[in-house]
């Protein structure tokens, strides 16, 4: 089967560092996206992981094992702009989108 | 990157009347889908706009209800028709452009926001 899950809701504080976990299980699995979509807005792209490892790309790093159906978004120096949902999402081999529900991220003064 | 633009951006609509929406691509790409996001939730894929022939729906959505268009590969509609209040949402198309080889990096327009009264 299909399914993608991963936190509702995390607080952080400005400043600080936080993972957002996600674990999918996904048939023809064809890569692992992150996106993140502030509140009124359209999801913004963020990363892709297709081969094991981390990707780093400033303060966001994503990290995928294939093997173990898991990912997590790193994100260091925290803002406040960083308020926002995070949704992982993994593409099959038809290259659609199988979407979590989103984990809105609180950050903290 | 792709650019997408979306019309309309929002719109309120009466019970049982249509709407089209609107989706416009910047460059040819592969693939064109069309979600919905109602408040609060994750994305829901509607379908898969295919050029030239009819979209493919996913469970639970019909071409009756959600009939689309895609002419070109620029190019794409997405009708909600008969509305009622449950159909409010945020419809969002989206593209995938595999000319562009293994980056398969999907690009979302600025969404349509829709409120049935």
């Known amino acids: 089967g299909q399914n993608i899950d991963q936190p509702t809701e995390m607080t952080a504080t400005e400043g600080a560092i936080v993972q957002i976990n996600c674990t999918y299980q996904t048939s023809g699995f064809n890569g692992l996206f992150w996106y993140q979509q502030h509140a009124g807005e359209a999801p913004t792209f963020l990363s892709y992981?297709?081969l094991d490892g981390l990707e780093e790309k400033g303060r966001f790093s994503s990290f995928l094992s294939r093997s173990k159906g898991y990912s997590y978004l790193l994100l260091k120096e925290l803002q406040m702009k960083d308020s926002a949902s995070y949704l992982c999402a993994s593409m099959d081999s038809n290259y659609q989108l199988i979407w979590g529900a989103g984990t809105k991220l609180i950050i903290k003064p | 990157s792709a650019v997408i633009s979306q019309k309309p951006s929002r719109d309120i609509c009466q019970r049982g009347t249509s709407l089209t929406i609107q989706c416009q691509v910047d460059s040819q790409v592969t693939m064109m889908f069309w979600y919905r996001q109602q408040p609060g939730q994750s994305l829901t894929l509607i379908a898969t706009a295919n050029q030239g022939s009819e979209a493919t729906y996913e469970s639970g959505f019909v071409i009756d209800k959600f009939p689309i268009s895609r002419p070109n590969l620029t190019f794409s509609t997405l009708t909600v028709s008969n509305m009622s209040p449950e159909d409010s949402s945020i419809y969002l198309c989206s593209v995938i452009d595999l000319a562009r080889g293994d980056y398969n990096e999907q690009f979302f327009g600025p969404g349509t926001r829709l409120t049935v009264l």
């Open positions: 992981n297709v």
